[in-house]
């Protein structure tokens, strides 16, 4: 195991890579010892969550009673009970029009949009494809394989039937041609085949219908057509009934035809279901087509006609509907989306026996439903599976691995109310399968934010997912008239989704969730067992305004920042200090939008169910037309009780204890901290600061501000009198001397008037936003002060030299005013990272303190040093202070993340609050409440006692705290860049993860940063990637692969070992049920099933060989192989040995029960004959 010692490193003793480097820095005495090696990691897939995307095919196994899903990109979903999923993948990619299941054999058929047909094997848990058959001339428009059969029937656009051997995959001579089916005084094409059956009671005799609306019965003996039956509309599908007498028919006029075997000149019955009867006796009206029907037959009671389509046309705008036609009785059963196909579950597989239904499977476009048929009304059973995860589209993800085990079981309880009623109280039919014994378990949660502004808590240990707790954030706004209307989801995310939620911050341990929308909003919510109802939101109004410059942010090491950056403008208001004529005046026509939030809050009382309760709502305010940035970064801490969070026009930090605004600032503001004009904002506790206001006599403003440096808590108006006099000589001198401003005389303006009121917060605040108005690039600003009753609103315009205005249009609405400036929100820029830490923000630090790590788009970190009262009384009344401390260190692309080590090595978690009921009487408060953890001790004179990690979309590197010193650098890509960044703890030790644009993931070693992993894993086809790609510890990561499927991997060789043993099995042994008995009659008089030796006719002694061209033979991997294909190499020879032997042993072990059998069988007839032969030795034959 290698070591690396930290002060060789720093002093340049030891060589580095290529791509790593070694900057000198303060000896260090500690030893780090780097336990992560190149073996500890191997990529591959785990499993994938969610709906299949875009399903085109379904099939059930009535034995082994496992689904499959087919979709259109080529993929195959099998489900199996609770917990039993598994993903399979064709190389080609084209869509799978059809599935076979060989019914407890424990294999699978698919028919491909390609003209290939695959067999699967299931008898192993990740399955793979044994043989391909790939038509060359033929085009495949149906399938069929009878029960208990190996002859594949495959139906062809062309309207021929070709025959595969399911055991060879090999094609049979024996062919029918449409031609010889048809009439010969047919003039035209049928069409191609749509379906093909045989006959329950006589396995000679097979069912061609072709999509002109004729049906043949072929006798496969003789090898000619019996029967034919003619219709004038064309057929989509058809259905035996199970004594093989009868068969119905559905149309594409939405009739239902039943025809008996015997009488082909015309149908028994013709109805259509919706349609209307005209009473003279006429044709009723044409419906929709009855894309497919099914008839099951029950032996005490009516039979079932179940169907999908066949609904009237002036019923147009309803949605998609099942009928179910049970005796006299039709059920018309509505469903969320399109139908894609369904199957009826029967109690036997068996076609010639009483079917006795008891579901249906429906699969619809975006969901899959199962309806009771024993049930009066039909009710649905509770699905199992996570297949809502695209109720709503997904618009972020975060992943927690090893949470605190108490977390889920507190989620679940508060769920579990959250449950429809309603559902049938049957289990769910749908059962097959065992689950994995997996060794690695431990808690892990997915959150998914989603468009309609709903947030999912999912338990996803051991490889499962199953929804814990729904949290609905649009609850706490006004829902205008158009959005009350609910519109049809989109599987994209749309302009019209205000609620989407954008980004959120989640701390385990305190249960605190700080979630950020679209509309430029933050809500921090508690969770608490109890219900309760709040009169009042609390809300905190937050104005962002940054004015770009010319000059770009500066670079630390190139040359120092100037101190005429522009600044942020700031602004908070709880929402009981609103003025409701500002409000009004600021949604009038008459100007641009102002000082208002794109959403409102509610203002009844809200009724809070157990769960999530929101605490505090944040809102950015539209500045002079221009609606807020949306944000961009989040971070809360239960600890310090604060909220951080950032966008491109600069960094706010609010209190969410004592619901106040701490910070408010530009980014350009947090460079360069040893000026002399550096400001310690420091925040009031309900109320914001009044901002100072130039005077004449520079001396007597200082005083004033000196006297005003207190908090002013205690008023009740945001102004006292002084303010309201300094303000108003403020505003009168602008007015008389702004235009004799020259742009040079401005910024010299700017640069005296910041001097002079370095000593205080507000009077900079003021002075720098006039320095920003006198810039030529903006023409004039509207800047409004809110007070009480006893204080006026003052309005005033700062005007300058005459300057071509790109921007001045009379309409500022949201979309005009993203797409006119988007060059401008382009080059700005903007907080990409934020990290609460108890670190070291200064060089001159000799404990570490409260902190807080901002990281911006053109890789500047940035820190401030918070000052926190002490816990208590003290921490609700008392102010934080937040003094910024400059720059750290600058990096190629923007921050993606941050991390912290100690002197060994080990990451250090950011403070948090364990969690307590927040809704707890005050003396249960008092007694769960914990004082924040003692710092770290002191550290030694030239010794550092942490160490950063920051990794940007280029670099990553690694600082000393607090020398500052640069320990090492690693470029990790130079083409590309990361989209996501995480360090990650392992069970060997911590690694940076990345995913580039490329589609490289890739690990480095801490703090050495030394590769580790580098694979070419998948690339950026989709923005949906980079929006949910998440790592998490354990070597864990997921991202959305469609708008409805989870695809969870893993980059641990650990995982990978044990990932066979985490996966359920599909293949159980089952034994077929018997077969139905034929009765003594029917045996004497031959009234039951007729079999057939199918051999005699397909083989190749008996039908020839088929032409080579007609379709290539593909051998398939072995079962092992493609098992290895499929998990990407996860197992190792020695495992897939084992799992080779576990097999064999298995059937040995079968062999050796019917060995047994048999031997029994013998002696026992060998007994019998025995004494049989005693009974009768001394008999004479006329004495038998």
């Given at each position: 195991m290698k070591k690396f010692n930290i002060r060789k490193v720093l002093d340049g003793l030891t060589a580095s890579s290529s791509s790593a480097s070694a900057h000198p820095g303060p000896n260090q005495n500690d030893v780090i010892q780097e336990t992560l090696q190149s073996e500890h990691f191997q990529l591959c897939k785990t499993v994938r969550h969610g709906f299949p995307y875009q399903p085109s095919s379904m099939a059930?196994?009535?034995?082994?009673?496992?689904?499959?899903?087919?979709?259109?990109?080529?993929?195959?979903?099998?489900?199996?009970?609770?917990?039993?999923?598994?993903?399979?993948?064709?190389?080609?990619?084209?869509?799978?029009?059809?599935?076979?299941?060989?019914?407890?054999?424990?294999?699978?058929?698919?028919?491909?949009?390609?003209?290939?047909?695959?067999?699967?094997?299931?008898?192993?848990?990740?399955?793979?494809?044994?043989?391909?058959?790939?038509?060359?001339?033929?085009?495949?428009?149906?399938?069929?394989?009878?029960?208990?059969?190996?002859?594949?029937?495959?139906?062809?656009?062309?309207?021929?039937?070709?025959?595969v051997n399911v055991e060879s995959f090999t094609l049979s001579g024996y062919v029918i041609m449409w031609n010889k089916a048809i009439e010969l005084s047919s003039k035209t094409h049928p069409g191609p085949v749509v379906h093909i059956s045989d006959n329950p009671m006589d396995e000679g005799k097979i069912l061609i219908g072709f999509e002109c609306g004729t049906v043949v019965l072929w006798d496969l003996k003789s090898k000619k057509a019996d029967y034919r039956y003619n219709y004038d509309e064309a057929i989509h599908s058809v259905a035996w009934h199970h004594e093989g007498k009868q068969f119905t028919c559905s149309h594409s006029d939405g009739t239902l035809t039943t025809w008996n075997v015997r009488v082909?000149?015309?149908?028994?019955?013709?109805?259509?279901?919706?349609?209307?009867?005209?009473?003279?006796?006429?044709?009723?009206?044409?419906?929709?087509?009855?894309?497919?029907?099914?008839?099951?037959?029950?032996?005490?009671?009516?039979?079932?006609?179940?169907?999908?389509?066949?609904?009237?046309?002036?019923?147009?705008?309803?949605?998609a509907c099942l009928t179910v036609m049970h005796g006299k009785s039709t059920a018309v059963l509505e469903m969320d989306y399109p139908i894609v196909d369904f199957l009826t579950l029967c109690e036997t597989p068996y076609?010639?026996?009483?079917?006795?239904?008891?579901?249906?499977?429906?699969?619809?476009?975006?969901?899959?439903?199962?309806?009771?048929?024993?049930?009066?009304?039909?009710?649905?059973?509770?699905?199992?599976?996570?297949?809502?995860?695209?109720?709503?589209?997904?618009?972020?993800?975060?992943?927690?691995?090893?949470?605190?085990?108490?977390?889920?079981?507190?989620?679940?309880?508060?769920?579990?109310?959250?449950?429809?009623?309603?559902?049938?109280?049957?289990?769910?039919?749908?059962?097959?399968?065992?689950?994995?014994?997996?060794?690695?378990?431990?808690?892990?949660?997915?959150?998914?934010?989603h468009a309609d502004g709903s947030i999912k808590f999912w338990d996803a240990s051991a490889i499962m997912l199953q929804v814990l707790y729904k949290l609905k954030t649009a609850k706490v706004f006004e829902r205008s008239l158009?959005?009350?209307?609910?519109?049809?989801?989109?599987?994209?995310?749309?302009?019209?989704?205000?609620?989407?939620?954008?980004?959120?911050?989640?701390?385990?341990?305190?249960?605190?969730?700080?979630?950020?929308?679209?509309?430029?909003?933050?809500?921090?919510?508690?969770?608490?067992?109890?219900?309760?109802?709040?009169?009042?939101?609390?809300?905190?109004?937050?104005?962002?305004?940054?004015?770009?410059?010319?000059?770009?942010?500066?670079?630390?090491?190139?040359?120092?920042?100037?101190?005429?950056?522009?600044?942020?403008?700031?602004?908070?208001?709880?929402?009981?200090?609103?003025?409701?004529?500002?409000?009004?005046?600021?949604?009038?026509?008459?100007?641009?939008?102002?000082?208002?939030?794109?959403?409102?809050?509610?203002?009844?009382?809200?009724?809070?169910?157990?769960?999530?309760?929101?605490?505090?709502?944040?809102q950015l305010v539209w500045v002079s037309g221009e609606p807020p940035q949306q944000i961009t970064s989040l971070a809360v801490n239960s600890s310090y009780g604060l909220v951080a969070f950032g966008n491109s026009n600069g960094l706010a930090v609010v209190d969410y204890l004592q619901k106040t605004l701490l910070l408010n600032m530009g980014l350009s503001e947090l460079y360069s901290p040893s000026e002399p004009y550096q400001r310690q904002p420091r925040s009031p506790r309900k109320t914001r600061q009044p901002s100072g206001a130039l005077s004449d006599n520079d001396g007597n403003n200082a005083a004033e501000e000196k006297?005003?440096?207190?908090?002013?808590?205690?008023?009740?108006?945001?102004?006292?009198s002084d303010d309201e006099h300094k303000q108003q000589r403020f505003i009168e001198k602008v007015m008389s001397k702004s235009r004799r401003f020259s742009k040079t005389v401005a910024n010299d303006f700017a640069r005296m008037s910041r001097k002079i009121s370095s000593s205080t917060e507000q009077k900079t605040d003021q002075e720098e936003r006039v320095q920003r108005k006198r810039q030529p690039l903006k023409k004039k600003c509207l800047s409004s002060v809110k007070e009480d009753n006893e204080t006026r609103r003052t309005q005033f315009h700062l005007f300058t030299h005459p300057v071509p205005d790109l921007n001045a249009k009379d309409s500022f609405s949201r979309s005009r005013s993203s797409s006119v400036t988007s060059i401008e929100r382009e080059s700005r820029e903007a907080v990409s990272s934020i990290h609460f830490m108890e670190s070291f923000p200064r060089k001159t630090d000799s404990s570490a303190s409260p902190s807080l790590w901002v990281g911006s788009t053109q890789g500047t970190l940035l820190m401030l040093a918070l000052s926190l009262p002490p816990t208590g009384d003290q921490r609700l009344q008392e102010p934080v202070g937040v003094s910024p401390c400059?720059?750290?260190?600058?990096?190629?692309?923007?921050?993606?993340?941050?991390?912290?080590?100690?002197?060994?090595?080990?990451?250090?978690?950011?403070?948090?609050?364990?969690?307590?009921?927040?809704?707890?009487?005050?003396?249960?408060?008092?007694?769960?409440?914990?004082?924040?953890?003692?710092?770290?001790?002191?550290?030694?004179?030239?010794?550092?006692?942490?160490?950063?990690?920051?990794?940007?979309?280029?670099?990553?590197?690694?600082?000393?705290?607090?020398?500052?010193?640069?320990?090492?650098?690693?470029?990790?890509?130079?083409?590309?860049?990361?989209?996501?960044?995480?360090?990650?703890?392992?069970?060997?030790?911590?690694?940076?993860?990345?995913?580039?644009?490329?589609?490289?993931?890739?690990?480095?070693?801490?703090?050495?940063?030394?590769?580790?992993?580098?694979?070419?894993?998948?690339?950026?086809?989709?923005?949906?990637?980079?929006?949910?790609f998440c790592f998490s510890n354990l070597g864990q990561a997921l991202y959305l692969v469609s708008p409805t499927e989870i695809q969870r991997i893993t980059y641990s060789q650990e995982t990978c070992n044990n990932l066979q043993e985490m996966m359920g099995e599909l293949f159980t042994p089952v034994e077929t049920p018997e077969a139905p008995n034929r009765g003594f009659f029917k045996g004497?008089?031959?009234?039951?099933?007729?079999?057939?030796?199918?051999?005699?006719?397909f083989g190749e002694i008996a039908a020839g060989k088929a032409s080579r061209s007609l379709a290539q033979h593909i051998p398939g991997p072995q079962s092992m192989e493609g098992m290895k294909g499929a998990?990407?190499?996860?197992?190792?020879?020695?495992?897939?040995?084992?799992?080779?032997?576990?097999?064999?042993?298995?059937?040995?072990?079968?062999?050796?029960?019917?060995?047994?059998?048999?031997?029994?069988?013998?002696?026992?007839?060998?007994?019998?004959?025995?004494?049989?032969?005693?009974?009768?030795?001394?008999?004479?034959?006329?004495?038998?």
């Open positions: 059930f196994d009535p034995v082994q009673k496992i689904l499959a899903i087919g979709t259109q990109s080529g993929a195959v979903r099998l489900f199996g009970r609770a917990g039993v999923e598994c993903y399979c993948q064709h190389e080609s990619g084209a869509a799978v029009i059809q599935l076979q299941f060989l019914v407890n054999e424990g294999a699978l058929v698919s028919a491909l949009a390609d003209d290939s047909v695959h067999l699967w094997n299931l008898r192993q848990k990740q399955p793979a494809i044994l043989h391909t058959l790939k038509f060359n001339r033929e085009r495949i428009t149906f399938c069929h394989l009878p029960f208990q059969s190996k002859w594949l029937y495959i139906g062809s656009e062309k309207g021929n039937i070709h025959i082909p000149t015309k149908p028994v019955i013709t109805i259509t279901p919706h349609g209307k009867q005209p009473k003279d006796g006429k044709k009723p009206e044409p419906c929709k087509p009855i894309l497919k029907v099914e008839y099951k037959t029950t032996r005490a009671g009516d039979a079932f006609m179940v169907m999908s389509g066949g609904l009237s046309y002036d019923t147009c705008c309803r949605r076609p010639n026996d009483f079917q006795e239904p008891y579901a249906v499977v429906v699969l619809l476009e975006k969901d899959l439903v199962v309806i009771d048929l024993g049930q009066i009304g039909y009710p649905i059973f509770e699905n199992p599976y996570p297949l809502s995860i695209h109720e709503s589209p997904v618009t972020c993800v975060e992943y927690f691995a090893d949470c605190p085990p108490e977390l889920i079981p507190a989620l679940y309880s508060v769920g579990s109310r959250q449950k429809r009623q309603g559902y049938s109280k049957k289990e769910w039919p749908i059962s097959g399968g065992n689950w994995g014994q997996g060794t690695l378990s431990y808690p892990e949660i997915i959150i998914t934010g158009k959005g009350a209307k609910e519109e049809k989801q989109n599987t994209e995310i749309v302009d019209e989704d205000p609620f989407a939620i954008q980004s959120l911050s989640w701390c385990p341990e305190s249960r605190m969730l700080c979630v950020a929308g679209v509309s430029a909003h933050v809500i921090v919510y508690r969770f608490s067992k109890l219900e309760i109802t709040t009169e009042v939101v609390q809300l905190l109004e937050v104005r962002m305004q940054c004015e770009l410059n010319d000059v770009d942010s500066p670079d630390p090491a190139d040359h120092p920042p100037t101190p005429s950056t522009p600044a942020a403008h700031s602004s908070a208001s709880p929402s009981q200090e609103r003025d409701p004529f500002e409000t009004q005046q600021s949604t009038t026509d008459e100007g641009p939008r102002d000082n208002v939030p794109c959403l409102k809050v509610r203002s009844s009382p809200l009724k809070q169910s157990p769960g999530y309760q929101v605490d505090l709502v944040v006297s005003n440096k207190s908090p002013t808590s205690g008023s009740t108006s945001p102004f006292n400059g720059t750290l260190v600058r990096l190629k692309g923007g921050i993606l993340t941050m991390a912290f080590l100690d002197s060994l090595g080990v990451i250090v978690p950011p403070l948090y609050e364990p969690w307590s009921e927040p809704n707890a009487p005050d003396e249960e408060k008092e007694k769960a409440r914990r004082r924040r953890p003692a710092s770290p001790a002191p550290t030694q004179e030239g010794q550092d006692s942490q160490y950063a990690v920051v990794c940007s979309e280029k670099q990553a590197k690694v600082l000393g705290l607090p020398s500052q010193s640069h320990c090492f650098k690693h470029n990790i890509t130079e083409s590309s860049f990361v989209l996501r960044a995480d360090v990650v703890q392992m069970t060997a030790g911590l690694c940076l993860a990345c995913f580039c644009a490329n589609g490289h993931i890739m690990t480095l070693s801490l703090p050495s940063l030394r590769p580790l992993l580098d694979v070419n894993y998948l690339p950026l086809t989709d923005m949906r990637i980079a929006r949910t004497l008089f031959g009234g039951g099933a007729q079999s057939l030796d199918r051999e005699d006719l998990a990407s190499g996860v197992v190792g020879d020695l495992a897939r040995a084992r799992i080779a032997l576990d097999e064999r042993g298995q059937k040995l072990g079968e062999l050796e029960d019917r060995t047994a059998a048999m031997l029994a069988s013998a002696d026992s007839f060998s007994r019998h004959a025995h004494d049989m032969m005693l009974k009768y030795k001394d008999k004479k034959w006329y004495q038998l």
